[in-house]
T-cell receptor, first 110, second 114 residues
Framework: SQQGEEDPQALSIQEGENATMNCSYK?????LQWYRQNSGRGLVHLIL?????REKHSGRLRVTLDTSKKSSSLLITASRAADTASYFC??????????FGAGTTVTVRA | DGGITQSPKYLFRKEGQNVTLSCEQN?????MYWYRQDPGQGLRLIYY???????QKGDIAEGYSVSREKKESFPLTVTSAQKNPTAFYLC?????????????FGQGTRLTVV
């Protein structure tokens, strides 16, 4: 079974709008990471948030983490057509097991 | 250039055959991972290794085998016991240590059973 589950499965927005996706997980974590995948390619790391952090920013990305609810969210502000991709959360356990969710497919319309 | 390389990009296998996917990294990373991705799905962990000569089963290890004889290399063998091997396979690597850093991914191998 997969550790993380993203919601929604798919998201379609207009260029310039914000995109928000959520990740829920089941067991304790060392940190939670977000990755992006363009169709048919490998994943690219976006941002890492540690279990003792609540919020982190990187450019147009904002990630939150609530360990009491075992959930995280990724916000992409002022979206661009180039943001069209699948986004995955990954939970990182203390044993270095890195487990991914099913992902959210984001389509940004011009 | 530093990076993680998977080969081949496309692989065709006849039913009943074993096939080995290559994953090499020159990033001096300690840990390496193999994932399987089916169309429209997320990544499922097959095997991972934190150190040379040691590896752990992931969530879907049945029908797969790995070795970690060198730090740079983590080949994955898809055996005839894997009933539905057609999928996109991704390899990743990263440093271990107290900071638990991000993983770097190869470009994947698309395996098709014919």
């Amino acid at each position: 079974s997969q550790q993380g589950e993203e919601d929604p499965q798919a998201l379609s927005i207009q260029e310039g709008e914000n995109a928000t996706m959520n990740c829920s997980y089941k067991t304790s974590i060392n940190n939670l990471q977000w990755y992006r995948q363009n169709s048919g390619r490998g994943l690219v790391h976006l941002i890492l948030i540690r279990s003792n952090e609540r919020e982190k920013h990187s450019g147009r990305l904002r990630v939150t983490l609530d360990t009491s609810k075992k959930s995280s969210s990724l916000l992409i502000t002022a979206s661009r057509a180039a943001d069209t991709a699948s986004y995955f959360c990954a939970t990182d356990g203390n044993d270095y097991k890195l487990s991914f969710g099913a992902g959210t497919t984001v389509t940004v319309r011009a | 250039d530093g990076g993680i390389t998977q080969s081949p990009k496309y692989l065709f296998r006849k039913e009943g055959q074993n096939v080995t996917l290559s994953c090499e990294q020159n990033l001096n990373h300690d840990a390496m991972y193999w994932y399987r991705q089916d169309p429209g799905q997320g990544l499922r962990l097959i095997y991972y290794s934190q150190i040379v000569n040691d590896f752990q089963k992931g969530d879907i290890a049945e029908g797969y085998s790995v070795s970690r004889e060198k730090k740079e290399s983590f080949p994955l063998t898809v055996t005839s016991a894997q009933k539905n091997p057609t999928a996109f396979y991704l390899c990743a690597s990263r440093f271990t240590g107290p900071l638990h850093e991000e993983a770097f991914f190869g470009q994947g191998t698309r395996l098709t059973v014919v």
